[in-house]
């Protein structure tokens, strides 16, 4: 990444800023997060809405500052995710809505939004590491359907701090990419735990 801040530090602060606004969804369901828990989780990660970058990025060390926030909004979101369903597992049915709907509002597709925009859309919003680590790549793309590839996870760390199951986080990220879709003639399926597709439903 650019030693300097330019539109690619601002992109990806954009997808760590979504990632956060989805965890303080989930601590804002009292039902499913105890005071006590809200409050430690606050305490060790900050809590509320991500101030403009410009306003508090280390200019001295971008790339290092940036990957600081990832690791904060990732650890952030795997304990919050566990604690929640720790004593409860039927509570991830209230975390999946959370996805759900934050992909809804996040989301730039309408009926009229063609593959190349729907998995821009999708690449623009989820959080996978820095750019510089390549986790996703296309197998195959025309005007029709979108095929992509995970080479690698950057959260299982995350959630194996917590003794959690990661397999926990892919499943919450699907409702994600089904809310980012939910205006458009374009469907996602999971063809097995690394490759995705995204096809047109409208032919």
């Not at 990732?74 to 039927?90: C, M, P, Q």
């Not at 209230?94 to 999708?122: C, H, M, Q, T, W």
Request: proline share 2%; charged share 35%; aromatic share 10%.
């Amino acid at each position: 990444m650019s030693a300097f801040l330019g539109p690619i530090h601002f992109w990806l602060y954009n997808k760590i800023k979504i990632q956060n606004k989805i965890v303080e969804d989930i601590l804002d369901l009292q039902l499913v997060i105890s005071s006590e828990i809200r409050e430690r989780i606050n305490v060790k990660y900050g809590d509320g809405e991500l101030k403009p970058l410009d306003e508090v990025i280390d200019e001295d060390n971008i790339h290092k500052w940036l990957q600081n926030q990832i690791s904060k909004v990732e650890y952030k979101l795997a304990e919050s995710v566990t604690e929640a369903i720790k004593n409860e597992a039927d509570n991830i049915e209230d975390i999946k809505e959370v996805f759900k709907l934050n992909g809804e509002r996040y989301s730039p597709l309408d009926k009229n939004s063609g593959i190349e925009e729907a998995f821009k859309a999708i690449n623009d919003t989820l959080l996978d590491g820095m750019p510089c680590d390549h986790i996703n790549a296309i197998v195959k793309q025309d005007k029709n359907e979108a095929v992509w590839k995970r080479y690698e996870c950057v959260h299982c760390k995350y959630w194996d701090e917590f003794n959690s199951d990661v397999r926990v986080f892919y499943i919450l990220r699907d409702e994600f990419i089904k809310g980012l879709l939910h205006s458009t003639n374009i469907k996602y399926k999971k063809l097995n735990d690394t490759t995705y597709k995204i096809l047109r439903i409208d032919l």
